[in-house]
Structures are given as structure tokens and as C-alpha cells.
């Protein structure tokens, strides 16, 4: 298996949202909470559909999220004047605070995980996984968020 480029993506991926999810809960959030709040950090005034698309979930758990950031006081939503039913979500000072807590626990994680790698070798990962990215991201169904809209959000965790 060490050889199909799919298992070990995910197993990565895998990885790293365990070792996030450590992370977070010594800062009172889940792991899933701390993805919501780095895309409204890095896209501030975004709504919760695309928070939802972005986080591959129903936007009825998008919302019960945003409930609970809110009521946490991280999150705030402000109405749209276009349209009633939109709400664009935005960090509270508090939650900034909060980021930079993680920023400091994400940054810990990336450094293991590139431990042994040279700079040249940090920037050809990089640039070798994009590749695949926008490979897979090429042909998507019109429902899945194109690349384009993830590299907004492509400092996860942090912004």
C-alpha cells in the first residue's frame, strides 16, 4: 500500500487531523471547530454554505457549529443586507487570541512532520502535491468547491 498515492494522502491527512484534534482540545475546541474557524479567518465575511462545502458537511452541521462558536463568543454573524437568509461569519477578538494559540500548535506539527527534510525538498512536496490537487480538482461535479476557492484556504490550520 505504501505505494498508491490515494492511502498514503489520507493516511497523512489521518495524521495530521489527529494530531490537530490534540491540539485543539487542550485549547477547548474540537478539531472540526478549529478547521470552521481558520476558513473564517482566512476568508473573514464568509457564509456558512461555503464553510459547509468547504468542510465537506451538511449546512444543517454547519450551522449547529457556528451555534456553539458563537455561543463560545468566537464567532459572530453579521446579516446580509442582499438577502435575510445569508450569514456572514467572522472572528471575535477572542477567537483571534485563540488562533494564534493554535498557529504556535500547528506550526509544532508541520516542523514533525518535515523533520529531516532539506528547504528544496519542503518546496518539491509542495509544489508536487498542488499538482495533484489541481489534477483531482480538474474534472470535479459542479457541487464540489473548485480549487480555485480552496487556495483561499490553503494555510489550514491557521490563517
Known sequence: MSNNVAFLATDVGRLF????????RQLGVTGAQWRMLAA?????GI???????WLE??????GRMVDRLEKADL?????????????????????????DRLATFADSVFDDALTGFSEAEHTTLLSLLDRVRTNLSAHMPDDTPHVAQLHDLESFPHG
Do not use: G, S
Not at 17 to 24: D, E, L, M, P
Not at 40 to 44: E, L
Not at 47 to 53: G, S, T
Not at 57 to 62: C, G, N
Open 17 to 24: 487531523r489527529k494530531r490537530f484534534n490534540v491540539a485543539a
Open 75 to 99: 464567532v459572530e454573524r453579521r446579516a446580509d443586507p442582499a438577502d435575510r437568509r445569508t450569514w456572514h461569519l467572522y472572528l471575535t477578538h477572542q477567537a483571534d487570541c485563540q488562533m
Open 40 to 44: 473564517i479567518r482566512r476568508t473573514p
Open 57 to 62: 458537511v451538511e449546512a444543517i452541521t454547519a
Open 47 to 53: 457564509n456558512q454554505a461555503a464553510v459547509a462545502a
